[in-house]
């Protein structure tokens, strides 16, 4: 399958080009060249992003019974779950910012990748059906309602707060009636954790989980809840996770506050790979499904968002 992709200048349909080398326009004659399996829709390359994220998640379950596919439930603090539950099997899917990749998405759907880096696209490149080079805050070189569904992991948060509207109402052009848009995103959470470590130093708080992650559009669960909303999609689901603890990942960046939280960070890294991550893994998972669900949504430390683009406006 090949997505088909219209001119962002215009709207009218791209054409391959005669050697291969891009799509061109016939109407307003821009050309935009393929390299790499990678179409590129923009001039040059985001100096943040380029070649930061090269990761591709490479699980894929032998088949899609609940025996062989239950470990998706603990990836990615059941995003790739949500995904599973909510876009139904062989459905046209957009993974925004998808750096390098997931393999069971490539394996279950038809999938369109999207991202401003080029070399994570093109590592990709082989796995998803068509990879574009493109920012999602302006138009999108897709016609309008080709989507099933539109997904990503740890992006919504690097959106300006100001440019989420029209990211959204752009993603809504493009998505089915009755697609769903799932979005695994940090927030601005009051978790126990954070709160003491803006206590400790608020500007260290901002150097490294705000601007050195890049997280320009940092908001609390509850005013993203209100972005999804106010662009009329309807949440069918809306869970905040690591209310209580966090993630291994996360023990690097508690280290630099020192003293004992530095000693706390080197035990974190002791549980960041192999079967000690699996079992803080699956701990955290289970938290999130048990107590995590009584606790206040303010406390998240990361969100699970389902919505739907309603059959009618």
């Not at 001039?43 to 019974?65: C, K, M, Q, W």
């Not at 025996?67 to 062989?90: C, F, I, K, T």
Request: with cysteine.
């Amino acid at each position: 399958m090949s997505f088909e992709l219209i001119c962002p200048e215009d709207g009218h349909a791209l054409a391959e080009t005669v050697n291969g080398s891009g799509f061109s326009c016939a109407t307003c004659g821009t050309s935009f060249p393929e390299k790499s399996g990678v179409v590129k829709f923009l001039d040059s390359a985001d100096e943040f992003y380029e070649g930061r994220y090269l990761n591709t998640i490479a699980f894929v379950p032998s088949s899609e019974r609940l025996l062989r596919a239950w470990p998706l439930w603990l990836m990615s603090s059941g995003y790739l779950w949500a995904v599973r539950r909510y876009v139904p099997q062989g459905g046209q899917l957009m993974e925004m910012g998808c750096a390098s990749g997931i393999a069971y998405f490539a394996a279950r759907y038809q999938v369109l990748g999207l991202d401003l880096s080029f070399s994570s696209l093109a590592k990709v490149s082989s796995l998803y059906d068509r990879c574009i080079q493109a920012d999602v805050t302006q138009r999108l070189p897709l016609p309008d309602a080709c989507l099933d569904g539109i997904v990503s992991s740890y992006v919504w948060e690097h959106i300006p707060p100001d440019q989420k509207p029209g990211a959204l109402a752009e993603l809504l052009r493009v998505l089915k009636p009755g697609g769903r848009l799932i979005f695994l995103f940090d927030v601005e959470g009051k978790t126990p954790l954070y709160r003491m470590l803006k206590r400790r130093d608020r500007a260290l708080y901002k150097e490294v989980l705000i601007d050195r992650e890049g997280h320009l559009g940092w908001e609390t669960p509850e005013e993203n809840r209100a972005q999804f909303e106010a662009a009329g999609l309807r949440v069918l689901e809306y869970r905040g996770k690591d209310k209580l603890l966090v993630p291994p990942a996360m023990f690097d960046k508690i280290a630099e506050w020192g003293g004992g939280l530095r000693r706390l960070g080197a035990i974190g890294v002791w549980f960041s790979s192999g079967l000690r991550f699996q079992l803080a893994n699956g701990l955290l998972r289970l938290l999130d499904e048990t107590i995590g669900r009584i606790l206040p949504l303010s406390w998240s430390r990361i969100v699970v968002a389902v919505c739907e683009k309603p059959a009618r406006p």
